[in-house]
């Protein structure tokens, strides 16, 4: 420990990770279980937006129409959200229902929907075809409109103070899947869902891959998701930069990620600067050290001049500590200066958890250290936390499986 203040005779208190009220999932060593190989199982039929903007015109040839009509169903689908064939009037009525089943298949059920008291969060929980249950939390800002997506249905990676992570990991979603959320998510807003718009041509600005799933255990189906949104001609023509992929650090998935030429924004999920904790919080962290995380960081900030954002969860006496500040603004400063900066976020309280967010000075102070040190930091506060909607919340719970069940997925 580094703390030296002459007056100081207690050492700081350190509470170490423990499962509490729920008990994690162990591999055959006894460590906790990582999961990354998803089942086959359960993948929904192919869609429009797993495929190429070739790939769309060959499948609407062999569905017997002419190749130029898979452009309409892209409009149709990217510009007015909509997979209803009766919309669709530009097409000729023959093959119009063939060609849109083809190509356009009942992705996501609307199981509820939750929405704070102000109206500028719903957190929407789906249904997906093989009845798996996923979340999406939309926010509304001044200026900007964020969607948290989901990646996979549960999450493999068992981080002890994610609700998500602990349910472990059902299956991978497809690429489709997580664009229909951002496609829904429009169609709320444009119905004036998401309360009062600020222009009458609002849609989702920003997508973070916060919600449920790792996104970098998926990485085929979340990059063709990711260019599916930033594709201004056949796509969504989002702006690359608002889109913000997160992860728990699997290096070599981030440097090729760094590689695809995308200049997403990217975020390590990092919760402690010291592999003595972080080999607790992060069972991840048994493959790949924070060392070898935070070098994989700074490649991609080399790569795509994009800086780059530390996630860190404050939870109290766990790893919170002055020295830890300290030590984490030492690691990123000698990497280099002005590629990163850091977002602590007070824990969201999960079911079953007693661990608890860091007191308001302890944050104050812990960001103060890294400011200090040359380190841009700003305190997140999560939204929704009311809904469970935040940040490590979302969950299926038993309720919502009930309500689900009484839902037909059409
Ligand atoms: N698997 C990815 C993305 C999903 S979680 C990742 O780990 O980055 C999105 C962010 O929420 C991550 O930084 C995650 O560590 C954080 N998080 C998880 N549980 C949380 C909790 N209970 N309180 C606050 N943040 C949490």
Redesign the pocket.
Known sequence: MTESSPVRTTKPRQVRPRAEGWTQRVDAEGKPLLQFAAPKKGMPPVHLADLTPAQRVEKAVELGLPGFRAKQLEKHYFQHYTSDPAKMTDLPASGRDDLVAGLLPHLLTEVRRLQTDSGDTIKFLWKLHDGALVESVLMRYPGRITLCVSSQAG?G?N?P???TGQAGLTRNMSAAEIIEQVVRANAAIRAGELGPAEHPDERVTNIV???M???LANYNRVIQAVRTMVDKEHGLGMSARGVTV???GLVPAIDKLAGEGIPVTF?L?L?APDDHLRDEMIPINSRWKVDEALDAAYRYFEKTGRRVSI?Y?LIKDMNDHAWRADLLATKLNERGHGWVHVNP?P??P?PGSVWTASEKPVQREFVRRLNEAGIPTTLRD?RGKEIDG????LVATEEDREVASAVPVD
């Open positions: 999450c990676m981080c103070f994610c609700a891959f916060m919600g799933g790792e996104p997160s992860t728990v975020a999920s919760h996630e969860a976020i824990l969201n999960t999560t935040a940040c490590g919340q």
